[in-house]
């Protein structure tokens, strides 16, 4: 027999409610922020090949710079579009990694 009676609460199996509310808005921000760069890259990635076409076609004036970068960029679709797909698959792991930390755990 023991002099200490057995507790009848069980051990905490996650993290305090403290720091799952600060995880949960660290990971909105941080997922929200790669989601807005993965659009973005993949916007680029689509808008420079059509830009000079697009504006030759509706004869809009266009500085011979700007004609200039966007055929420069617009061989680089395929980095804009990896970058994306890395911007997003980031974002999915974030959320998958995040979600596996703040579940309850049943070490028994």
Known sequence: MSAFPASSRPARQGPSTA???VIGVVTTISVFTLIMAGITLLGLAIAFPIAVPVAEA???PVAAADVAIAERFAGLWWAFLALAVVAFSAAA??????ADILSPRSDA
């Open 19 to 21: 720091s799952a509310v």
């Open 93 to 98: 792991l974030v959320t998958v990694k995040v």
């Open 58 to 60: 509706y004869h809009l």
